[in-house]
């Protein structure tokens, strides 16, 4: 495993993934390769920019030609597939492109694969393919029971990677991630788009009664989670990655306010959001068992965020703009 071509790299987690890989990997390669939608940003990448180790490739995950063209010109022998659509709110929207590129994208990759021999294909799955747990945690044997177009189409994805395995011998693996918080976070994602618009004195948008409980994952976390799992891991095998770390959506907005010194006014309960699945849970016996656990506590993590996004206004303050106040209208107003 030397050269990674790891689609989705200029979005939030790919774009920390990159960083991690290229410090703690200096002899690997590093290919980014990413449509740049609305979420992908080559700001996000700035840093490694002039790093000999990486280049940037855009293109589209569902064009075949291009990912191929692109694996043979780099000498790629590992996929890292982060590329997807990812707002379950805009799925509710607009399911189109979700089925378009985390179904038919994630189909793509698996042929590309298959016909140039690669050595390992891993992909990037979520917590949301099992759909909500109000106790105790899913294991990764357990039934998928998606309910969003966003989480239905991941797991559409997901059995196709495992049906390549399953019927080539294609050598996979996959994760399944909770919900990742950090910096370069889209900022339509709730912890980035409550911290944004409190700095804004503008209204938190808190979905229903606010209660339902997320697990909270630093995104190095999720990092170093892939890291050991594509080097540990077993072929053919899923991993759940978690930290523990449960909140409650209401507890994090109350959070973000007193952090930032805004009164707790700023709050404003809204419709609930369609389907909003009220817990997420995920058991990491089977990761732990490969020697990874969380770093990050957070207490930790969510200060650093919050500096982060007070220090970083230039690079979120362009985004809220144009298609951003577009969706934000769409998705907000009628509230
Ligand atoms: P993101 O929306 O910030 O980034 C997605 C990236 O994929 C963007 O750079 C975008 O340009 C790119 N992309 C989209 N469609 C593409 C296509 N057709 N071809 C090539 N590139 C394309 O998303 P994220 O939050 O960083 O999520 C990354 C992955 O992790 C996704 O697969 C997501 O399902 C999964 N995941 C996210 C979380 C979370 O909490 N954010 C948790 C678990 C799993
Ligand atoms: O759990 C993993 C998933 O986490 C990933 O697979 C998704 O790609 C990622 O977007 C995230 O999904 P969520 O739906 O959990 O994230 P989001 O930030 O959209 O919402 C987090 C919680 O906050 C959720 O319960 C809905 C609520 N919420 C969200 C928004 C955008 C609000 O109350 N108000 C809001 O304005």
């Known amino acids: 495993m030397r050269n990674l071509l790891v689609t989705g790299g200029a979005g939030f987690i790919g774009s920390n993934f990159v ?9 690997y390669r590093i290919i980014v390769y990413d449509k740049l939608t ?15 180790h990486y280049a940037f490739v855009q293109g589209d995950i569902c064009d075949m030609a291009k990912v191929r063209e ?7 022998d590992t996929i890292v597939n982060f590329a997807a659509e990812t707002h379950v709110d805009r799925s509710i929207l607009d399911p189109d492109a979700f089925v378009k590129t985390d179904v038919y ?5 698996c042929e590309v694969a298959k016909e140039l021999k690669l050595e390992r294909l891993h992909h990037i799955s979520t917590d949301e393919v099992y759909g909500p747990i109000p106790q105790g945690a899913f294991r990764e044997t357990d039934p998928f029971r998606p309910t969003s177009p966003y989480a239905s189409s991941k797991a559409g994805g997901e059995l196709l990677v495992l049906s390549y395995f399953i019927t080539y011998g294609l050598p996979i693996t996959i994760t399944r991630g909770v919900n990742t918080y950090g910096p370069y976070q889209y900022p339509e994602k ?12 503008a209204p938190l948008p808190l979905y229903g009664d606010g209660l339902q409980v997320r697990d909270r994952l630093y995104v190095t976390d999720h990092a170093s989670a892939v890291d050991v799992v594509l080097h540990h891991g077993q072929l053919g095998e899923a991993y759940n990655i978690a930290a523990d770390c449960e909140k409650t959506n209401s507890e994090v907005a109350r959070m973000i306010v007193q952090a930032l010194d805004k009164p707790e006014s700023l709050i404003q309960p809204v419709k609930d959001r369609a389907a ?10 089977k990761l732990r068992s490969l020697g990874w656990a969380p770093q990050v506590s957070f207490e930790q993590g969510f200060a650093q965020t919050i500096q982060w996004y007070v220090e970083h206004q230039d690079w979120w303050r362009p985004i809220k703009s144009g298609e951003y106040l577009e969706y934000y209208r769409r998705q907000y107003v009628e509230r």
């Open 19 to 27: 960083h991690y890989m290229l410090e703690k990997h200096p002899n």
């Open 38 to 52: 609305y979420a992908g940003r080559l700001e996000n990448l700035e840093r490694v920019t002039a790093h000999p």
């Open 70 to 76: 692109t694996i043979l010109a780099y000498d790629i």
């Open 105 to 109: 994208g994630s189909y793509v990759l």
């Open 190 to 201: 709730a912890m980035p788009l409550f911290i944004t618009n409190a700095l804004d004195d």
């Open 276 to 285: 909003h699945d009220v817990r997420y849970a995920l058991d990491i016996t």
